[in-house]
């Protein structure tokens, strides 16, 4: 009877964590929802990346632009 309560109440905090743990996915990518956990790590070295070809495009542009 104590094993069953303890399994129900292990299971409730388990799955209370999942759902903490996919809300801070959540707003940490502004609201869009990652269920992939491989993506979850993979995705801000992509985004990292675009930001970064982006700012080398607009600094070439200026140095362009200047000299």
Request: cysteine-free; charged content about 25%.
């Amino acid at each position: 009877m104590g094993h069953k309560k303890y399994k129900r109440k292990y299971n409730h905090k388990k799955r209370k964590r999942i759902v903490w743990n996919e809300s801070m996915i959540a707003h940490r990518y502004d609201g869009k929802m990652i269920y992939n956990f491989r993506y979850d790590f993979l995705e801000p070295l992509f985004l990292i990346l675009k930001f970064g070809v982006v700012i080398a495009l607009i600094l070439f542009i200026i140095y362009h632009f200047f000299i």
